[in-house]
């Protein structure tokens, strides 16, 4: 992270990609030109775990990143829901321009996102002790409906910006 102080903690709510969601995601995908000849997305690239990057918010509205496309400028499908409620939108967004003064560090929002740029915020995550002790508890919690395990890096993992043409 760059040496700018954070300004807030990001939502940090968290949620599972419904099925149905996972159609409408590639169906997103690949409905736009290819960043490589023939390249086409398979559900193994659609994220399962949604994570609220926003800066932290009162509204009952959460984005989530499904599917950052591969290429510069290719955008990212984004996901919304409410509190209480699966996802129900998938869409393609532009990458927030974004970046740090000296140009070390991309913004992971959208563009136009509310808020603070991801640089600035501090992801919600909790002291090495107390995840020790209550890591099994969440694990258990965050656990997909496929019954796939994750760790505390995949819980509160943050999507990087797409800046990375590398990807």
């Excluded at 996901?79 to 393609?92: N, Q, S, T, V």
């Excluded at 000296?102 to 107390?130: I, K, N, Q, R, T």
Aim: with cysteine; charged share 15%.
């Amino acid at each position: 992270m760059s040496s700018v102080h954070p300004r807030g903690f990001t939502c940090g709510q968290r949620t599972f990609v419904p099925p149905g969601l996972v159609t409408a995601v590639l169906g997103v995908a690949n409905s736009v030109p290819p960043a490589w000849d023939g390249l086409v997305y398979s559900p193994d690239d659609v994220g399962r775990l949604l994570v609220c990057t926003l800066q932290a918010h009162r509204g009952r509205v959460h984005h989530g990143v499904v599917l950052n496309l591969r290429g510069p400028d290719a955008g990212t499908v984004w996901a919304a829901w409410r509190d209480g409620a699966e996802p129900y939108l998938a869409i393609l967004l532009p990458d927030c321009p974004g970046a740090t003064a000296d140009g070390g560090e991309g913004c992971s929002e959208f563009a136009g996102h509310p808020g603070a740029h991801g640089w600035e915020l501090a992801d919600p995550v909790m002291p090495p002790a107390l995840l020790a002790l209550f890591g099994p508890l969440l694990a258990e919690q965050d656990r997909p409906p496929d019954g796939r395990v994750l760790d505390a890096a995949t819980r509160f993992h943050r999507p990087t910006t797409n800046r990375n043409p590398a990807r």
